[in-house]
């Protein structure tokens, strides 16, 4: 297992900036492909942006654009800078581990950190 720890998270106003960070110890986790879900209350926890080792990145739809994932192998911290934040953004941001490999789940969890996005 991987243990991560979450930070960076806050309350801002519609239209800031928030940038979360995922730090990893434990195990070697630069081959990992790594994740940020989000979690709104009364609601279920989705995925919102992924990263290969080799840098490749995915977006959900909602965050295409305004998210950017980053990861620094050497400093083993995983990112997501947030831009032009709505308020439809508010939730519990979780970081996660996976190994490689298809179907491989996302096993390693952090505890998450609050994003509040006011209106």
């Known amino acids: 297992q991987v243990q991560l720890v979450e930070s960076g998270g806050g309350l801002v106003q519609a239209g800031g900036s928030l940038n979360l960070s995922c730090a990893a110890s434990?195990?070697?986790?630069?081959?990992?492909?790594m994740g940020w879900f989000r979690q709104a209350p009364g609601k279920g926890r989705n995925l919102v942006a992924t990263i290969t080792s080799d840098g490749n990145t995915g977006y959900s739809d909602s965050v295409k654009g305004r998210f950017t994932i980053s990861r620094d192998n050497a400093k083993r911290t995983v990112y997501l800078q947030m831009n032009s934040l709505k308020p439809e953004d508010t939730a519990v941001y979780y970081c996660?581990?996976?190994?490689?490999?298809?179907?491989?789940?996302?096993?390693?969890w952090g505890q998450g950190t609050q994003v509040t996005v006011s209106a």
């Open positions: 996660a581990a996976r190994r490689v490999g298809a179907g491989a789940p996302f096993s390693s």
């Open positions: 434990g195990r070697t986790f630069s081959s990992d492909v």
